[in-house]
Every structure is written in structure tokens, then in C-alpha cells.
């Protein structure tokens, strides 16, 4: 199975090819400007570096959330487009999993944290059990940092930039217990949405593409106004 998988989650974005488990080309590019300039760019070169055209991609994968607003529509909105142009399947991935599957076997809880902005952050709670599954403990929420880490009481690997943010507290929270990814791992790797869609995909779990939107965790600006609220800062990714 050949399959391409997009990540516009956060500021960094995306590509990767896999055919059948086997990384065949990836593509990161973290660059202040809108992923709409260069997505599609990005999506092309992935694709002549595996010698292979959009039609013989047989599904697509993409992370729906949460992540940034901007980013995640332009993410989905690409994917919905290559799906419904070759009529293959989509998987909708977590960004929170895409984050805490980089760490299989980890001993310790995996604690995925993006900075949600106003004091909050997009945050889980996973395990790696003992037969090689991820189990998640926790489900994905929209939280305040404190009264999240309150809840932690045993060993935790955080990764992703919230704990870049709230590094301090999380210390002061859990001490020794805590421990940190390096930073280079704190944003999505397209390679890990991928091997995630190939699963769902081949556990028939794949999403129409009809009917695929981004899962924010929280109501958009737009919706925030209209109720009177004060919107989040403008994230343009």
C-alpha cells in the first residue's frame, strides 16, 4: 500500500510516502509563512522522490487535530481534495498520537502537550502496555496546565511544545518524576501519521472524506465572537 500522509498541525509542516511500513520519502519544512504557500509543493516533491503519481496513492492520511486552526484546515481541506480526486480512502489522525507514538516502549505515562494559547493546552495521557499496544489513559481535552498536572501521580514523558511553555510548572508539579523529549521531537513527524493512517486504514477505520473536518477541542474564534467572547491570538499557519 502506498500511502501519503500530511501534517499542517502546527508550524511545521509535512509529507510523508510509505509503502507497505517502509519509509520511502519525508518532508519537514518549519517556516513562518502560511502552510497553504508551500503545502502542495511539499506534496509534489514527496511524490517525485518515490517515483509516484497522485493515481497510484492507495489512501491519504492527515492530522485533524487538535494543533493550530488555520493550519489544520489547510491540512484537511488538501487531503479532502487529493481523496476526492482519486477516490481513495483517508485516515483521520491525532496530532496528540502522531506526538506520543514516537516513543514505543517508553516505560513511563507519554504526556503529548501543545500550547493551546490563553493558558491552556491540547493535551492526553497514553501508555505502552506490555503486548506492544498503545492504550490511552486519559482522553484528548483542552485544559489548564495546573489543574491537568494535579491529576499526575507516576513517571511522565511530556513532548511538544507545551512543555516548552509550562516547563517550569510541570517541574514544580511532578520534579524528578517528569521527563522531557529533546526539542526536535516536539512537533508531529509526517512518518508517524502515516505508519497511524496505514493502521486505521488497514483496521478499516478509514474516514470518508466527505465527511473529514478538523477536530479543534475547543470552539473557533468565530465562534467564540459570536457568543461574545474574546477570541484566541491569530495563528496563521
Same mark, same amino acid.
Given at each position: 500500500?502506498?500511502?501519503?500522509?500530511? $501534517?499542517? &498541525?502546527? *508550524?511545521?509542516?509535512?509529507?510523508?510516502?510509505?509503502?507497505?511500513?517502509?519509509?520511502?520519502?519525508?518532508? !519537514?519544512?518549519?517556516?513562518?509563512? #502560511?502552510?497553504?504557500?508551500?503545502?502542495?509543493?511539499?506534496? $509534489?516533491?514527496?511524490?517525485?522522490? %518515490? @517515483?509516484?503519481?497522485? $493515481?497510484?496513492?492507495?489512501?491519504? /492520511?492527515?492530522?485533524?487535530?487538535?494543533?493550530?486552526?488555520? @493550519?489544520?484546515?489547510? =491540512?484537511? &481541506? #488538501?487531503?479532502?481534495?487529493?481523496?476526492? /480526486?482519486?477516490?481513495?480512502?483517508?485516515?483521520?489522525? %491525532?496530532?496528540?498520537?502522531?506526538?506520543?507514538?514516537?516513543?514505543?516502549?517508553?516505560?513511563?505515562?507519554?504526556?503529548?502537550?501543545? $500550547?493551546?494559547?490563553?493558558?491552556?493546552?491540547?493535551?492526553?495521557?497514553?501508555?505502552?502496555?506490555?503486548? @506492544?499496544?498503545?492504550?490511552?489513559?486519559?482522553?484528548?481535552?483542552?485544559?489548564?496546565? !495546573?489543574?491537568?498536572? %494535579? +491529576?499526575?501521580?507516576?513517571?511522565?514523558?511530556?513532548?511538544?511544545?507545551?512543555?516548552?511553555?509550562?516547563?517550569?510548572?510541570?517541574?514544580?508539579?511532578? =520534579?524528578? +518524576?517528569? *521527563?522531557? /523529549?529533546?526539542?526536535?521531537?516536539? #512537533?508531529?513527524?509526517?512518518?508517524?501519521?502515516?505508519?497511524? =493512517?496505514?493502521?486505521?486504514?488497514?483496521?478499516?477505520?478509514?474516514?470518508?472524506? /466527505?465527511?473529514?473536518?478538523?477536530?479543534?477541542?475547543?470552539?473557533?474564534?468565530?465562534?467564540?465572537?459570536?457568543? =461574545?467572547? %474574546?477570541?484566541?491570538?491569530?495563528?496563521?499557519?
Amino acid at each position: 500500500m502506498n500511502l501519503l500522509a500530511v $501534517d499542517t &498541525s502546527t *508550524w511545521t509542516a509535512g509529507v510523508a510516502v510509505l509503502r507497505d511500513d517502509q519509509l520511502v520519502a519525508s518532508l !519537514e519544512v518549519t517556516r513562518k509563512k #502560511t502552510h497553504a504557500q508551500r503545502l502542495l509543493r511539499c506534496v $509534489d516533491t514527496a511524490l517525485r522522490l %518515490s @517515483g509516484l503519481v497522485l $493515481d497510484q496513492c492507495d489512501a491519504f /492520511a492527515v492530522t485533524v487535530g487538535p494543533g493550530s486552526f488555520t @493550519g489544520l484546515r489547510i =491540512g484537511v &481541506s #488538501t487531503v479532502k481534495g487529493l481523496a476526492f /480526486a482519486t477516490g481513495k480512502p483517508v485516515a483521520a489522525v %491525532s496530532t496528540l498520537k502522531a506526538l506520543a507514538f514516537q516513543f514505543p516502549c517508553s516505560r513511563e505515562l507519554v504526556c503529548p502537550m501543545l $500550547d493551546a494559547r490563553k493558558g491552556q493546552i491540547f493535551t492526553a495521557l497514553y501508555r505502552w502496555d506490555p503486548v @506492544g499496544q498503545w492504550q490511552e489513559v486519559m482522553p484528548e481535552v483542552a485544559a489548564d496546565p !495546573e489543574a491537568w498536572l %494535579s +491529576q499526575m501521580t507516576e513517571p511522565c514523558l511530556f513532548v511538544g511544545d507545551g512543555t516548552v511553555v509550562y516547563k517550569k510548572i510541570i517541574k514544580q508539579r511532578l =520534579g524528578p +518524576q517528569a *521527563w522531557f /523529549a529533546p526539542e526536535y521531537l516536539n #512537533t508531529p513527524r509526517s512518518v508517524i501519521v502515516a505508519h497511524i =493512517g496505514a493502521q486505521q486504514i488497514r483496521a478499516g477505520a478509514g474516514c470518508d472524506p /466527505a465527511v473529514l473536518v478538523p477536530c479543534y477541542l475547543r470552539k473557533s474564534d468565530a465562534e467564540l465572537k459570536r457568543n =461574545g467572547l %474574546s477570541p484566541c491570538p491569530k495563528d496563521v499557519v
